[in-house]
């Protein structure tokens, strides 16, 4: 990949010092907490100048905690609507093209055909209000298969909304289907990835070379599409853009 292809998520320790060293993008998660995009904690402000400071391009990860785009309850329905909407146009004032959302399933609670039929109805109307340069990337979490994500985004059918693959959610203990699996059945909707590994239990967002993330070979697969964007979603950001100019998968 292109170093212009890589983000370093600002979860990551180290972030704006590696981004800043190797002239690599950010990917903005301050606000997953949504009460950073009312009111900013001091501490908050503070790091995202740091940010602007380390990096010219930026990416942007939408809050999510009790939000869901096929969510039953309608208050909470409008109230994921209203935090896309506030994360959209926060997006927009760092320059954002893509805005990571996650998919809101949850296991034993959403029946997936269900899931899907509302989940396409949000989009639909939410999309309306997306800019055409915009990308919102749709991001496995607990999800068993790619089949529900696949099929959301193949029925709403609009460029403005593509899939965000996380590599490390997609071996994690919810995952029934091998990461490599998910890498082709979500190819052609393809925008974005998160990079972290595991060990095929926990979401420890662990560095590239420690889990069963067959992560050579899922670089690999996707070494030919210079479309992709990948964001580093470890805990430390050094080691593993180290890691990837060792193994020749990023060129600076």
């Not at 190797?22 to 501490?43: H, K, R, S, V, W």
């Not at 959301?152 to 029934?176: F, K, M, T, Y």
């Not at 979500?186 to 998160?194: E, G």
């Not at 990948?230 to 020749?248: D, P």
Request: proline residues 6%; contains cysteine.
């Amino acid at each position: 990949m292109d170093r212009r292809q890589l983000y370093i998520s600002t979860v990551a320790a180290g972030c704006d010092e590696a981004a800043a060293r190797y002239g690599l993008g950010l990917e903005i998660a301050e606000y997953c907490t949504a009460a950073n995009l009312d009111a900013p904690t001091p501490e908050v402000v503070s790091a995202v100048a740091g940010h602007r400071q380390a990096a010219d391009r930026f990416t942007f990860h939408a809050p999510f905690n009790e939000l869901c785009p096929a969510a039953i309850d309608p208050l909470a329905l409008e109230l994921s609507r209203h935090r896309y909407a506030q994360a959209v146009q926060a997006a927009q004032g760092w320059g954002c093209r893509k805005l990571v959302v996650h998919s809101g399933f949850i296991p034993r609670v959403y029946f997936p055909v269900w899931f899907v039929e509302k989940s396409v109805e949000f989009w639909r109307d939410f999309l309306t209000q997306i800019p055409e340069q915009m990308v919102l990337c749709l991001e496995n979490v607990m999800e068993p298969s790619p089949q529900m994500l696949v099929d959301i985004v193949r029925q709403v059918n609009d460029p403005r909304l593509r899939l965000c693959l996380d590599v490390g959610h997609a071996n994690a203990e919810l995952s029934l289907t091998p990461v490599e699996e998910w890498v082709e059945r979500c190819r052609p909707w393809l925008s974005h990835l998160h990079l972290h590994n595991n060990a095929g239990g926990w979401d420890l967002h662990d560095p590239l070379e420690r889990g069963t993330v067959p992560m050579e070979e899922v670089l690999e697969l996707l070494s030919e599409d210079t479309s992709l964007t990948y964001t580093l979603e470890t805990l430390e950001a050094g080691g593993n853009v180290t890691w990837l100019l060792e193994k020749g998968f990023l060129k600076l």
